[in-house]
């Protein structure tokens, strides 16, 4: 009787096991809690230690991994309850997912009511659905398309599962950009000019999660990004601006959480995309936002009529929750700008706010397309005049100055890495450049270490329809490390990124 | 460039981590071919080792618990591949997985095609859908109804994906319960009846997924289970039945895959389970097929609507695959017998069998009512009089003799073992049992050791509407070690699983 009334107290133990941002516990076979609480692999459990606990998925060890007094965590559960390992830790049946019989209930054909989502976004938020639950609701969702009631009780839903910042301006603007092509880096130029015509522009970005390069990894290599709160108000108060990581300020998290099911799913729905975007602003207290939508084959909207029903949904839902929105079709055929990882990228910036004679003319218009829409939905320039307001805030330097001193504000400016070793990728014959894929470019920038080392990542030497002759270079690899260079260049040859007319460079 | 032209040699180790059947590969962070291939945590992995391949999800470890040279191995991973550990290894990107855009496409309202569905099932048996992806197939499933042409190719493609086996007699029965009651052990009376009464009935059956007893645990305490193909065709040979563990034989190996996301999701349509069920007898190569519904509360179908929605689905698809189904609606309110664990299931079963004066009454009546129809089904007895021909059977010891005969065909007979503890759980009270809790007292029969230590479970010493005094013993647990005994009536204690009139036990 005394192994299950007073069972040996427990010990948190870092395996040091990452499986990415699902919290995993492994307990022993025979630990006392797994049989007196008739636990076995794949339960899921909540751990408690001192005020903290979170809901797992279990595995169950038969070797000496653990110890039978042990709970071992993986890096997700290390991160939330590591803190608290010298304190009483408890192993238990977690509550009932009520929640989750919404899910069921979708899926038999019965509408999401307003507070079946904000349930279920407060217990994904709390990391309380397993992936399988998190799996069946995006299926569900995608399947049994959402009506524009549910999708905005939906975002709703998600931006009140976090934190909400408010502002004391009006307009608070904002850009977002659907689906990243490589090396689309016009966040930072758009700031500029807009903080520089005197628009209130807070913006929030993410880091990298499979891309070689996020804006917040592109910035970081030229100022601070990772702020307080109180700090980034203080940024903006005085420059009308910011560029900071939004990863700490835990704005929609639930967005966070299903990212991770939809990404190796490989789909999610317009209202899903339209929540999760609209979300996250509403959450960071923007009134207008712009949104720029590439189009293109590997691209992640593949057509302008895909493009045109999103941007629609867009609108109706950011309009039913006071924020104005406007929807940009780009062209989505290939990278923007030449380089294509954190430093490089940032270096493309800088011309471009520069003026530099070799600044990337691609970049360079795009940023002031997008800038030119913003003006005009803030209010600083007429319907149709924004580009050119745009343009002579970019050539008078005045966008430069507005970025230096955002960047001094959020903790000084810096010059961003250099990398220690390159190789030139060059074309095996002559012809011309019929397409780029952009999904093999980006996967050559992260073997060759970005965003991890920042200073990795290409540079890409060739636009789609330019002649190329045998052994001109098509781009050039960036790396730190002899290994990782070897990586990205034994991955390129075996992987043309780049096809020239009549086959492969 | 040495890394990656030529990394060191990966060996297999086994760490004894239990993730239920999903199979894990755990890669040190800083392992070549992690840098070289570009894997990340949770990414799919494809592991050969000599001739055997696998497809398993990664995690990525930072400590020492796998060496850079090592490939770590969940329990499941270790299944396949253990046996290689000396061969070479390496660890590659999987083939893409074609046939889930049949899925996605399912998704957004496009019906499956049968080769779709051989796609799809054939990719399942392989293991090579994840988790996530099992998710939302089983979820697109239940939320775009499938059609009857869905469900019959579903059907066929599940049987195609596994072994197919043929017996040269017709007709050949088979028998099938959806969704377990405690106790209602039926099949090893019903197939000696049968067998008894000269129709063919090979029967396969589970071991126990999360159920304190299969069919195949409670038969091997009375005889081996774990027959070779070829051994299990000469029991039939000679004695027109068997009643043998069916895990080995491989039959629709999809519907075992996908039991593991559907039981954690606690949904499935009827189109699934209609496939699940068939898909198996076609496998088995089964001409007549009876089916038992428990239809009760806290039983898997609920409402004899229910039951009568799936039992005319589940006739049309046998149908047209060349079985003929019969569907009969049983009391599925409180558990079967007295016994509930393999061991203590057996008893009951053998005192039916030997018309023993103690015999429960409910599993004997119910043994003949699903034998009845199961000897007119198969052409044994006039309509109406199969239950007639079943009893004066199992009366004059016929039944009990082929039983008998099985056992010893199958390696021979046993008795089945005895508990070394017991504790009995008494009524609080006076009052009379207005309801029993099947999912609550499985719980209990788990905790004691069913079905992993056989002779242990619980034996019910009450029935709904029956009046009790306080202090009279409502039922007996059975446990091997004085663990397990305790765990089981703690949780007794605390979750009452019997109700009297007015209130808990």
Known sequence: MSLASSPAPLQLRRLGIDTYQEPVVFLHADCPVCHSEGFEALARVCVSAGARSLIATLNVVTTSLVRMDEVGLSEAAWQILGS???????????????????????????????EDLRAVMADISAGR???????????????????????????RAMADAGARLAWPERPVVDKHCVG????????????????????????????????????ADTMETLAPVDLTLKHMRRVVEHEGGCLVWGGAMALSPADDVLIRVERPLDFDSDSQLVASIVSKKL??????????????????????????????????????LGIEARIVLTDGTQPVGRGVGPALEARDVLAVLRNAPDAPADLRERALLLSGHLLELGGKAALGQGAERARSTLDQGLALRKFEAICRAQGGQREPPQSRLQRVIVAARRGQVQAIDNRRLAKVAKLAGAPKSPAAGLELQVRCGQPVEAGQPLFTLHADSPGELSYAGTYADANPAIQLSGGSA
Chains 1, 2 share one sequence.
């Open 84 to 114: 608290h390992h010298d304190e009483p830790v408890t192993v238990t049946h977690p509550e009932p997912l009520h929640s989750f019989s919404a899910v069921r209930a979708k899926i038999y054909g019965q509408a999401f009511a307003p």
């Open 129 to 155: 659905y397993s992936g399988l639950e998190l799996a069946a609701f995006v299926t569900a969702c995608a399947s049994r398309p959402m009506s524009d009631d549910e999708t905005l009780a939906l975002t």
């Open 180 to 215: 990243g092509l490589p090396g689309n880096r016009t966040t930072p130029i758009v700031v500029a000019i807009a903080a520089a015509c005197g628009l209130t522009i807070p913006k929030t970005s993410s880091r990298a999660i499979t891309s070689p390069a996020g804006t």
């Open 283 to 320: 959450a960071a207290g923007a009134s207008h936002l712009l949104v720029d939508v590439p189009v293109g084959p590997t691209a992640k909207i593949r057509t302008p009529a895909a493009a045109q029903h999103l941007g629609a949904q867009l609108r109706r839902i950011a309009g039913a």
